[in-house]
């Protein structure tokens, strides 16, 4: 996966060697952020990607940053043919304000294969082949009867 940089900012990372996820940084250029309970901000990664074919990047939530910060993952999917800067849509979930800071690692990405299957419209009687032993059970529906 190739990637640019447009300003000064850390390169992207896997926390380790086997880490599913690549961690992505706040710009050193980045005005201070502040974000009141419920509040979100789109912040630019400074950094390009390109996708590569059959594939998208879906950002995830930082666990520590999930839990510590209380801020969690909005918008999450880069398409292989966006070709844009990159944006971090971060919400805070938490009851108390809380700063995102320059270089602060703030959100990871997984780069997932895409089945491009097109969605073919079909009556609702031709729709399933036969009944599986769920059925029609939607939430709660495979727990404890």
């Known amino acids: 996966m190739r990637i640019a940089k447009v300003c000064s900012v850390k390169t992207p990372e896997r926390g380790t060697e086997n880490s599913a996820g ?10 201070k952020i502040v974000l009141t309970p419920n509040e979100d901000a789109i912040i630019p990664s400074g950094i390009h990607v390109q996708v590569p074919k059959g594939h998208m990047l879906v950002a995830m939530n930082k666990s ?11 918008a999450q999917v880069v398409d292989e043919d966006y070709q844009g800067e990159i944006h971090i849509h971060v919400i805070n979930t938490g009851k108390s304000t809380t700063e995102i800071t320059r270089g602060a690692k703030l959100v990871q990405f997984i780069l997932i294969p895409v089945n491009y299957a097109m969605p073919e419209l079909v009556g609702i009687g031709d729709l399933y082949k036969s009944e599986t032993g769920r059925g029609k059970g939607g939430f709660g529906s495979t727990g404890e009867k």
């Open 64 to 74: 520590g940053v999930a839990t510590k910060k209380k801020l969690i993952v909005g």
């Open 22 to 31: 690549i961690d992505f940084f706040v710009p050193d250029s980045a005005e």
